[in-house]
Nanobody, 119 residues
């Protein structure tokens, strides 16, 4: 199972932009999809965006048109470009990756990176 390391979080003013990165360690098993989730204080972890190995993407309605997920398969890295950020985007952002390991679906999670948007 891959190990995931996120980076790129920080403090930004409303209307600003940030780019998150998530690097996956090398693995003998292919990564089927990579994605981002977020968890605000006192709330559940919510889906943000995902991208498959073939490049298909999906987004939460709340971020469509503002966030873009992309992936560099050669580097095993996924990115989340966030624009027009709003205070409600404040959360810890987690990267995840899905693999099929010996016929079993496995998901790995990163440690999370804090994004804080000030008004």
């Amino acid at each position: 199972q891959v190990q995931l390391v996120e980076s790129g979080g920080g403090l930004v003013q409303a209307g600003g932009s940030l780019r998150l990165s998530c690097a996956a360690s090398r693995s003998r098993f292919s990564i089927n999809f990579m994605g981002w989730y977020r968890q605000a204080p006192g709330k559940q972890r919510d889906f943000v965006a995902t991208i498959t190995s073939g490049g298909s993407t999906d987004y939460a309605d709340s971020v469509k048109g503002r966030f873009t997920i992309s992936r560099d398969n050669a580097k095993n890295t996924v990115y989340l470009q966030m624009t027009s950020l709003a205070p409600e985007d404040t959360a810890v952002y987690y990267c995840n990756a899905g693999q099929t390991i010996w016929g079993t679906q496995r998901e790995a999670w990163g440690q999370g990176t804090q994004v804080t948007v000030s008004s």
